[in-house]
């Protein structure tokens, strides 16, 4: 790698805005019916969460991107037999 670093392309990272709850809303109005989730939520139901609880959505999700761990009680799934 050193003898031809040179010659390797390296791109810059990404520098992408903060993640709002309004963009969250956004996605959640236009979301397509879909199959639920783990969490047992279909894709058009986000839509119904209030302004306050998609911009606290927004910021835990920022602070993941940022290097914050996920919430222990999102680390947990469904297990079916």
């Not at 990272?13 to 279909?42: H, K, Q, V, Y």
């Not at 602070?63 to 469904?78: F, L, Y």
Request: proline share 5%; charged share 25%.
């Amino acid at each position: 790698m050193m003898k031809y670093r040179q010659l390797l392309y390296v791109e810059r990272p990404f520098d992408l805005p903060d993640i709002t709850g309004e963009m969250l809303r956004n996605d959640f109005r236009n979301a397509r019916a879909s199959a639920a989730g783990w969490d047992c939520w279909e894709a058009d139901e986000w839509k119904y969460l209030c302004p306050t609880a998609t911009d606290r959505l927004a910021d835990m999700l920022n602070a993941i991107e940022n290097g914050m761990d996920w919430p222990a009680a999102t680390m947990w799934g469904k297990a079916f037999s």
